[in-house]
């Protein structure tokens, strides 16, 4: 098993909830350290995590910049990657 798997789960955890903004906290504390291949992924990641958190908020202008730059990241990874399904990320962020 990775050694990021950790934090992936438990970022999966807290956005599937819509728990954003703690999922964005979790992986960017491992993302902070990490100097892998996969750190676009991750980077991706936490910005999904972070424009659906300011849509959450009402900052549609915010969220619609890293919505973009999130997939951006993403696309490359598309339709799964690490246990992840990239695809499903990527449609949560329609409309933001």
Do not use: C
């Amino acid at each position: 098993m990775p050694t990021q798997a950790p934090a992936l789960a438990a970022f999966i955890k807290a956005f599937d909830a819509g728990s954003f903004f703690e999922a964005h906290e979790i992986l960017e504390a491992f993302w902070v350290g990490y100097r892998g291949d996969d750190r676009d992924f991750y980077r991706g990641l936490i910005q999904a995590a972070v424009a659906l958190h300011l849509l959450s908020v009402g900052n549609t202008i915010g969220a619609t910049g890293v919505a973009a730059r999130a997939r951006l990241n993403l696309a490359r990874y598309a339709p799964r990657h690490d246990d992840l399904d990239v695809d499903a990320v990527l449609a949560r962020l329609e409309g933001a």
